[in-house]
Structures are given as structure tokens and as C-alpha cells.
């Protein structure tokens, strides 16, 4: 059964965090840095939550908060939903269906070694179905 270790093998081993304190722009710009859609926000050395570019625009555009003015603590996802390099790939697609979420950090002996998205899982899953299908040759296709 595939597992989560297999999907952080092919993908950035980079956990990007912003402090609590943080204004959302600080954020929003290290988003677009980084080319994520979402960070784990921290304080004191401990993720608190997450915030994602689906809070700000939830929360924040929708109502009137200015970005440079409002803190991320504010708008973040305050429950992390955690899973382990040995979950099953399909045990990530319950979580992300049932808590209606994007993005999971993957947690080892106490230490986040890895944020997994959705998009993550569906180009793993993906992958692996074209993978096993079997080669087609157009030219001999009915």
C-alpha cells in the first residue's frame, strides 16, 4: 500500500513557517516566494496552525481586513492535522475530504519533516494509474 513517505520523496523537503505575529502580507509574500499555497505558523518554535491563501481569501478579502494591518494569527486554520510517513496514501485522501483541507504536514518522532498538499497526492495518485495502464499504440488503436 503506498504511503506518505513516497509522496515526500518527490517533492521539496522544504517546511516553510512564518511566526504568529507576522502580518499577512509577510505571508502572502513568502507564499508567492516559495511557490506554496499554504505555511505552517508558528510561535515559539511550535506550529499553532496554517494558514493558506484559502484563509486569506476567506477570511481576510471577504471581510475587509487589510493585509498589512491584520496578523496571520487571525486568519489561520488554528487545528493541524497531522499524519506520519507511514500513513496510506488513501487514509490522506479521507483527512483532506472529511476536514474539508489542502494541505497536511507529515510529522516524524516529534519533528515536521515535510507539508503534503492535495495537489501532491493527486499527481501521485495519477501518476501511479498511468503508470499501470497498460501502452496503447494509436497507430493499431481502433
Known amino acids: 500500500m503506498p504511503t506518505v513517505k513516497e509522496i515526500l520523496t518527490r517533492i ?11 502580518t499577512v502580507v509577510e ?3 513568502l507564499l508567492r516566494e516559495r511557490d506554496v499555497g499554504a505555511v505552517l505558523v508558528v510561535k515559539h518554535n511550535k506550529a499553532i ?3 493558506s ?3 486569506y481569501a ?3 478579502i471577504l ?6 494591518e491584520t ?4 486568519l489561520m486554520t488554528p487545528s493541524v492535522i497531522y499524519v506520519s510517513p507511514n500513513q496510506s496514501i488513501e487514509e ?5 475530504t472529511e476536514k474539508g483541507i489542502r494541505h497536511l504536514p507529515v510529522v516524524e518522532e516529534k519533528e515536521i519533516v515535510g507539508v503534503i498538499s492535495i495537489r501532491d497526492v493527486l499527481k501521485y495518485v495519477t501518476d501511479q494509474h498511468e503508470a499501470a495502464a497498460p501502452a496503447t499504440d494509436p497507430a493499431t488503436d481502433p
Not at 92 to 96: G, K, Q
Open 49 to 51: 496552525g496554517v494558514f
Open 71 to 74: 496578523k496571520v494569527s487571525e
Open 12 to 22: 521539496s523537503g522544504d517546511v516553510w513557517h512564518i511566526d504568529s505575529e507576522a
Open 58 to 60: 476567506r477570511k481576510g
Open 53 to 55: 491563501e484559502r484563509d
Open 27 to 29: 505571508a502572502l509574500e
Open 63 to 68: 471581510d475587509g481586513k487589510k493585509a498589512q
Open 92 to 96: 490522506c485522501i479521507s483527512i483532506l
